[in-house]
């Protein structure tokens, strides 16, 4: 019971984001602010003697990932009141099970060949990290946007809602929001790090000494 009702909730607010907001394009907003933060947080790392781009770059993540969560909680302050209808508080004694929970969850599904991907000094070596580099962004990127709707839904129900829910319905399944971003956006962070600590160690092979992107490139082939 607790569960189907907390699903129907999400779906509702889902609906609601969809219909009356851009879930997506307000998500785009954040992923390019904590974007920002984490180039930031790169320049701050190098400026603090932090030279190795495979432990820069994920540290980097790391510290973008911060502001990414702070960034959710202020969306939570600012935005997530407008998408709240009184009817989310009202018969909440009784679920409705006949409301069509048809949302599903976006899931990757990447397989990247290993062939060649380590030959750093070959000709394609470099290309190859600057693509992987970008990629990872990118697929990072598109992923959070992709899952806004669904991801946005939960943090107004568990951040906003709940403890009004769970007052007038102690069955209901009620998290902190902090437990619903993380657990819907870590992976995420956590593999585009690692895949950036990989790149990082391929352009140290590539231009030994090398700190920046920009090194790396301007290093002449062998």
């Known amino acids: 019971m607790a ?21 997506r394009l307000q998500m785009a907003l954040l992923v390019v602010l904590t974007g920002g933060a984490g180039f930031l ?43 709240i209808d009184p009817r989310d508080l009202v018969g909440l004694t009784r679920a409705d099970q006949s409301w069509d929970d048809t949302w599903r969850e976006p899931r990757s599904k990447r397989g ?39 991801l946005f839904a939960e943090l107004i129900l568990d951040g906003v809602l709940a403890v009004t829910l769970y007052r007038r319905l102690r069955t209901l399944d009620v998290r902190y929001w902090l437990e619903t971003a993380v657990r819907r956006t870590f992976m995420t962070f956590f593999w585009a790090a690692v895949i950036m600590a990989i790149v990082g160690a391929g352009m140290a092979d590539h231009a030994p000494g090398a700190r920046t992107l920009g090194e790396v490139i301007s290093k002449p082939w062998s």
Do not use: K, N
């Open 3 to 23: 569960v189907s009702l907390r699903q129907t909730i999400i779906a509702r607010l889902r609906q609601r984001l969809e219909q009356r907001g851009a879930p």
């Open 41 to 83: 947080c790169s320049v701050a790392l190098l400026h603090a003697g932090v030279t190795e781009l495979w432990l820069r770059y994920p540290l980097s993540v790391g510290g973008a990932y911060l502001a990414f969560l702070m960034l959710l909680w202020w969306w939570i302050r600012i935005s997530a009141p407008s998408y």
């Open 112 to 150: 990247p060949s290993w062939e060649d991907l380590f030959d750093f000094d070959g000709e394609l070596g470099l290309p190859l990290l600057v693509l992987a580099l970008l990629g990872t962004l990118l697929f990072a990127c598109g992923y959070l946007v992709y899952g806004a709707p669904l």
